[in-house]
């Protein structure tokens, strides 16, 4: 194992150790895949949805667990790996405001990614596996996988708040550029009328 990876597991299926227990780590960061459609995964006070193909950036110092609604079918990929590491190379590199935003504002990230960029994440998670395994220069190869999972993950960054997903902001957006008057998502939810019940039915049960 490399010295920066603390643990690695490629679509590992069935029971898990801290199945609802709210936990943390020290000085480490937490990157996991999902393949499942049912559950949650909780972020410091936060719960997001398991849904398949999704990734969970952790800032492990903070309290999170996963809930998935059916145990023995819960699917998933995870690699925790030193936040001392990471900090110094994007930090060295002036890539600081990255690891902010994934991995410090809310404790982490919730991204619910496309068929295409799920695939290309899973195929990350797969080679690092493999050189792992085959212990082949694993530390260069594996590093250049989590530089580029990090790296697709900002590409599909979008700030959430629980629940939410990038296709809300996009919707909300278009809602507030297209109207005369503006929809913010609270104040619709707590007035709805039936001029707007189908819009805030779509924020407020958004599909899992």
Not at 93 to 114: A, C, H, T, V, W
Not at 117 to 144: C, M, Q, T, W, Y
Not at 174 to 189: C, E, F, G, M
């Amino acid at each position: 194992m490399c010295n920066y990876i603390f643990e690695l597991k490629y679509r590992e299926k069935g029971y898990d150790k801290l199945y609802k227990q709210r936990h943390s780590h020290d000085n480490c960061y937490e990157i996991i895949q999902t393949w499942s459609n049912d559950g949650y995964m909780m972020i410091k006070d936060k719960l997001y949805p398991i849904t398949k193909g999704s990734l969970y950036l952790i800032n492990a110092l903070e309290l999170h667990c996963s809930i998935p609604k059916n145990i023995d079918e819960y699917e998933r990929s995870k690699i925790i790996l030193s936040n001392d590491f990471i900090d110094q190379i994007l930090t060295s590199s002036g890539e600081k405001k990255l690891i902010d935003d994934l991995l410090y504002k809310n404790g982490g990230s919730y991204l619910r990614l496309d068929e295409y960029s799920a695939a290309e994440a899973d195929k990350l998670f797969h080679k690092a596996a493999n050189a792992l395994e085959e212990n082949r220069n694993p530390g260069i190869l594996v590093l250049s996988c989590l530089l580029n999972l990090l790296l697709l993950a900002d590409s599909e960054y979008v700030e959430t708040d629980g629940f939410n997903n990038g296709r809300i902001g996009e919707i909300l957006s278009y809602i507030n550029t297209t109207s005369v008057k503006r929809y913010p998502l609270r104040t619709s939810a707590r007035t709805p009328t039936s001029a707007n019940i189908t819009c805030v039915t779509c924020f407020v049960n958004p599909p899992i």
